[in-house]
T-cell receptor, first 116, second 115 residues
Framework: AQKITQTQPGMFVQEKEAVTLDCTYD???????LFWYKQPSSGEMIFLIY??????QNATEGRYSLNFQKARKSANLVISASQLGDSAMYFC?????????????FGAGTRLFVKA | DTGVSQNPRHKITKRGQNVTFRCDPI?????LYWYRQTLGQGPEFLTY????????KSRLLSDRFSAERPKGSFSTLEIQRTEQGDSAMYLC?????????????FGPGTRLTVT
């Protein structure tokens, strides 16, 4: 069965430092996609980065990079040079392309606090 | 893109009443999703439309819930005989196929409070 696990309920990081948010997943489908979303206090989910299961290289989008370790089934988000505006909830999500239908499942999230 | 819009943004209703939410996706997006998010949790998938066809429904979507997308544009989510457990944020998202990423764009959500 599909499952996403985020074990860090809350994380603190100093402004301008890098931070890693952990995500592990479980699936038996060889074809899947992994996503990270940011949810600020306003409530809107903002797409950050995507990694496909067959992608050879780790995804990067500006200050965001995804540390994809397929054998360990982990997809950690790395935010470099943290900014105060990065304070938000962060959700890891997954979609199985062969067996999962059209649904995306989300983890419970990690709340990131960036300190000045 | 004007983004995904949802109305109303907030709804307070008494238990037993019916409520209806509306979602307007990004205009060229043919895929539309509804999610429910309770406090401290990630969004949970409710249902999916491709154009006007409802192709998937979660077991979370009880008989009191119904969703429509009559012309393949906007969608409505109705909850009949609301219960306190229905209190949550209801999120709508839309997407089109972009390579294989299937990126979803989310609306601001409708927060439902059942008293």
């Amino acid at each position: 069965a599909q499952k996403i696990t985020q074990t860090q309920p809350g994380m603190f990081v100093q402004e301008k430092e890098a931070v890693t948010l952990d995500c592990t997943y479980d699936t038996s489908d060889p074809s899947y996609g992994l996503f990270w979303y940011k949810q600020p206090s306003s409530g809107e989910m903002i797409f950050l980065i995507y990694q496909g299961s067959y992608d050879q290289q780790n995804a990067t989008e500006g200050r965001y990079s995804l540390n994809f370790q397929k054998a360990r089934k982990s997809a950690n988000l790395v935010i470099s040079a943290s900014q105060l505006g990065d304070s938000a909830m962060y959700f890891c999500a997954m979609r199985d392309y062969n067996t999962g239908g059209f649904k995306t499942i989300f983890g419970a999230g990690t709340r990131l606090f960036v300190k000045a | 893109d004007t983004g995904v819009s949802q109305n109303p943004r907030h709804k307070i209703t008494k238990r037993g009443q019916n409520v209806t939410f509306r979602c307007d996706p990004i205009s060229e997006h043919n895929r539309l999703y509804w999610y429910r998010q309770t406090l401290g949790q990630g969004p949970e998938f409710l249902t999916y439309f491709q154009n006007e066809a409802q192709l998937e429904k979660s077991r979370l979507l009880s008989d009191r819930f119904s969703a429509e997308r009559p012309k393949g544009s906007f969608s409505t989510l109705e909850i009949q005989r609301t219960e306190q457990g229905d209190s949550a944020m209801y999120l709508c998202a839309s997407s089109r196929i972009q390579g294989t990423s299937y990126e979803q764009y989310f609306g601001p959500g409708t927060r439902l409070t059942v008293t």
